[in-house]
T-cell receptor, first 113, second 112 residues
Framework: GNSVTQMEGPVTLSEEAFLTINCTYT??????LFWYVQYPGEGLQLLLK?????DKGSNKGFEATYRKETTSFHLEKGSVQVSDSAVYFC????????????FGQGTELSVKP | EAGVTQSPTHLIKTRGQQVTLRCSPI?????VYWYQQALGLGLQFLLW???????NRGNFPPRFSGRQFPNYSSELNVNALELEDSALYLC???????????FGPGTRLTVL
């Protein structure tokens, strides 16, 4: 089946530290990959996406590269801010397989000043 | 451009009651997706509507149902509420043939 596995949280970092949140997937087809972010009390915001192998998605200093050989889509940011504190979700969708996003369990990030 | 909107923001119901949640997609989007985010269970796909038709359904009982209107807005209905239905219900919309879903702020349902 199709699934997404994320590193467990919570992750606690100091401001300006380097961030990596690991995400690996299992898919029977050719997925598009996404990172969504959820701030406290809010819905999900699309952070970035990649639709094919070796694509790099980027937004607001965050980056992730679609690695087919390792079935991974790790999220990175060079220097985190307190305002980046949120829950981050990795997700996949396989076109023509029912339209649904399959999410990882989420990783909570807490950035301290 | 207005994003996905949902109403109400919060809702408190008692077991056995029925509830209707509403969602308006981004202008030009024809698909609406519903997800449940329950504590400890993560984000689970509920339903997908496109062009007024139900296209896919997640692993939820029939008391979860919905519809999509000609203006592409959507309702999610939950009958015979149970305590475990307490969750954040998220609606997302997407363009025709597109793979990206854009989420609304959610409706927080509490069942007592």
């Amino acid at each position: 089946g199709n699934s997404v596995t994320q590193m467990e949280g919570p992750v606690t970092l100091s401001e300006e530290a380097f961030l990596t949140i690991n995400c690996t997937y299992t898919a029977t087809g050719y997925p598009s990959l996404f990172w969504y972010v959820q701030y406290p009390g809010e819905g999900l915001q699309l952070l970035l996406k990649a639709t094919k192998a070796d694509d790099k998605g980027s937004n607001k200093g965050f980056e992730a590269t679609y690695r087919k050989e390792t079935t991974s889509f790790h999220l990175e940011k060079g220097s985190v801010q307190v305002s980046d504190s949120a829950v981050y979700f990795c997700a996949l969708m396989i076109y023509n397989q029912g339209g649904k996003l399959i999410f990882g369990q989420g990783t909570e990030l807490s950035v301290k000043p | 451009e207005a994003g996905v909107t949902q109403s109400p923001t919060h809702l408190i119901k008692t077991r056995g009651q029925q509830v209707t949640l509403r969602c308006s997609p981004i202008s030009g989007h024809t698909s609406v997706y519903w997800y449940q985010q329950a504590l400890g269970l993560g984000l689970q796909f509920l339903l997908w509507y496109d062009e007024g038709e139900e296209r896919n359904r997640g692993n939820f009982p029939p008391r979860f149902s919905g519809r999509q209107f000609p203006n592409y807005s959507s309702e999610l209905n939950v009958n015979a509420l149970e305590l475990e239905d307490s969750a954040l219900y998220l609606c997302a919309s997407g363009g025709r043939g597109a793979d990206t879903q854009y989420f609304g702020p959610g409706t927080r349902l509490t069942v007592l």
